[in-house]
């Protein structure tokens, strides 16, 4: 019969069969069982059985609920499942019968064979709940290896791992990860174990049994058989994705015939716990590797909260730190999702205004006849709504610097009296014709191609040139090579700790499927694809499916040429762009004659930059 156990913040567990069709559990009296924990709802959770699974169901849509410590609504219950209630409240489930300590006990009267085989079931339920309370790997697999040597009534018992260590009889390597004897709590990890039956075992991968080891026909006349003077060895192999990585062996020199197959059995499944028990610690020590390893390389690839080891971001980083401490103005360009804000704070942070206020104001995000209003402030009674005076982000920014987001969306009218602002360092509240002084430095930034909307008329080049006194362009990410699986790293690391996900890496698939997909919304939209992924992903490592860049998502293969055509277009595009439309120095930095940037100008119907009509200009 299946059972809940409730884990009270004072006292005994409080153990309750499930034997009808409908279970309530929640904080009111009603309940079938009744719960007490900060956050638990009157009626907080119901368990349905249909006759073949346990499922748990919310009662109270706003109660909080976590089983093995992911957030959900819904679920079916698996033994050993850890369902958490609230903030505090803990409910185990079983589905085995758990009968109070003290209590007589079913198997009093039970065949001795049928009595050991619920021993060793009651053991593997009493090590699951210790798996569920997470203890300490050496202390896992110790305990463990006591149960298995109780329950058989071996002298001793070992759980051994292929490796470097000590050399069997046919040069087969292995170490002791844990060790018991009868009547000590821990032995030496040296000595006191068949050599030769291990190595079959290992070799073999199938668990064995030798009744009378100083008899049998094959060991008999092994050197550890014989100086150990063995009676009774059974063995087991560990097992990791199909390949034996270690064995469980269990021994006496006292006792023939002293283990049976259901014990063999029993030994089986405790390998397999004691395999993924080993598993999942190799994989968490490999992932605090890789964290640490992934800690050093960003130690000379990082500006701040900004990661990048491309030459292109390099060149940023370089421009950053040489003008993040004047005053002159800065035009941030990119295209949406490269991190054009966080270059304006580092810009900020490098700078003798980092003691002053960062502020920053969405151009695009704020409806037109409010923008005046939020730049500049506004006096009581300047408008309908204008019911007290305000300060605008020019004055709030006063000592510090001023972010101007999406400025290709400000409005033209406006964008005379923003180059006054910048001009003249003075502004005037909405409605109020007192000039105020302010010291600020200004930011801008844009996905736009601001030349262009200068041509289109949508903005004045008087404010465009007073903005871009120096241009910071940011890379797409599908052009920063290897940078996109640092900062995928990176952030799978970090949102990991704040979703509180079980996810502690990605799978080899799925960082070749990061390099290869377009990115078009950039690191934005490779954060958003990290979040969706931890929140739904129910493994330990995210897969290309789980970040949704399966074979359909990834980019087409394109011929040898027109892929080289693609590259060399981009290129020459981005080198004019970096000579600021100069289509003479471009040439002369490529090594090529300036027809063949009209070529390409011209094929991909590109608009001149501004500053490249004449050959110098720029």
């Keep these: 019969m299946a059972t809940l156990k409730f884990y009270p913040p004072v006292g005994a567990p409080v153990v309750y ?46 109660a909080d609920i976590r089983i093995n410590g992911k957030k959900k609504r819904r679920a079916r219950l698996v033994h050993g499942d850890r369902v958490e209630l609230g903030a505090s409240a803990l409910v185990s489930f079983s589905m085995f019968s758990e009968l109070p300590a003290r209590a007589p006990r079913d198997d009093d009267d039970a065949p001795p064979q049928l009595g050991a085989e619920l021993a060793g079931v009651r053991k593997l339920f009493e090590f699951s709940e210790r798996l569920m309370l997470r203890g300490s790997l050496d202390e896992l697999l110790d305990t463990m290896l006591g149960d298995v040597v109780e329950l058989t009534g071996a002298d001793r018992g070992m759980l051994l791992l292929q490796g470097d260590g000590a050399a069997g009889e046919g040069g087969r390597k292995f170490t002791v990860r844990a060790e018991r004897n009868v009547g000590r709590e821990l032995a030496d990890r040296h000595g006191g174990i068949s050599d030769s039956i291990v190595r079959l075992v290992l070799e073999s991968g199938r668990p064995l049994i030798v009744s009378d080891a100083l008899s049998d026909t094959q060991f008999g006349k092994s050197e550890s058989v014989l100086a150990l003077q063995l009676s009774s060895v059974m063995c087991a192999p560990l097992l990791r994705q199909g390949q034996v990585v270690g064995a469980i062996y269990l021994g006496s020199n006292r006792v023939k015939h002293l ?49 990048g080891s491309c030459p292109s971001m390099m ?42 206020p960062f502020i920053t104001i969405n151009c695009g995000a704020i409806p037109e006849n409010l923008i005046e209003s939020e730049l500049f402030g506004h006096v009581k009674g300047a408008f309908t709504g204008a019911v007290a005076s305000r300060p605008g982000k020019f ?64 903005f004045r ?8 006194v120096v241009n910071l362009w940011l890379p797409p990410l599908r052009d920063r090579g290897d940078d996109v699986i640092i900062i995928a790293k990176t952030l799978l690391s970090k949102f990991a700790d704040e979703l509180a996900s079980q996810v502690r890496g990605f799978a080899p698939q799925a960082l070749g499927a990061i390099r290869k997909y377009g990115w078009p919304g950039n690191i934005r939209e490779l954060e958003n694809r990290i979040k969706k992924a931890l929140v739904l992903c129910d493994s330990t490592l995210l897969t ?33 762009e970096k000579n600021q439309g ?11 004659d300036p027809r063949t940037i009209f070529r390409y100008l011209e094929k991909e119907a590109h608009p001149i930059p501004a500053g490249g009509q004449g050959g110098e200009g720029g």
Aim: aromatic share 4%.
């Design 395 to 458: 004055q709030i920014a006063d000592g510090g610097t001023l972010f101007l987001d999406e400025i290709g969306e400000l409005p033209l009218n406006l964008q005379v009296k923003l180059l006054r602002a910048l001009q003249e360092r003075v502004v005037n509240r909405v409605g109020d014709a007192k000039p105020e002084r302010v010291d600020i430095r200004v930011v801008a930034a844009t996905n736009r191609t601001l030349e262009d909307e200068i041509r289109a008329g949508r």
């Design 17 to 62: 069969a499930v034997h009808k069709p409908l279970t309530n559990i929640g904080k009111a009296l009603g309940n079938d069982l009744a719960i007490t924990g900060e956050g638990v709802a009157d009626h907080h959770v119901q368990i349905a059985f249909d006759g073949r699974d346990f499922n748990l169901n919310e009662i109270d849509r706003d």
């Design 544 to 576: 290309a499916d789980d970040l949704e860049l399966g074979e359909q998502a990834m980019a087409p293969i394109l011929p040898l040429e027109k892929a080289k055509e693609d590259f060399q277009r981009r290129y020459v595009l981005e080198a004019l």
């Design 461 to 468: 080049e008087d404010l465009y040139y007073r903005l871009n």
């Design 259 to 307: 283990f049976e197959r259901s014990h063999l059995d029993l030994l089986t499944v405790f390998g397999s716990q004691a395999s993924l028990i080993l598993e999942n610690a190799m994989l968490l020590s490999a992932l605090r590797a890789d964290k640490e390893k992934l800690s050093k390389e960003l130690g000379d690839k990082r500006l701040g909260e900004i990661i």
């Design 315 to 356: 060149e940023v980083f370089r421009k950053l730190q040489k003008v993040a401490t004047t005053d002159i103005s800065v035009l941030i360009t990119g295209e949406t999702g490269t991190g054009k804000e966080l270059i304006a704070r580092e810009l900020h942070r490098h700078s003798q205004r980092s003691k002053g």
């Design 582 to 592: 100069n289509r003479t120095q471009t040439a002369r930095d490529l090594g090529v």
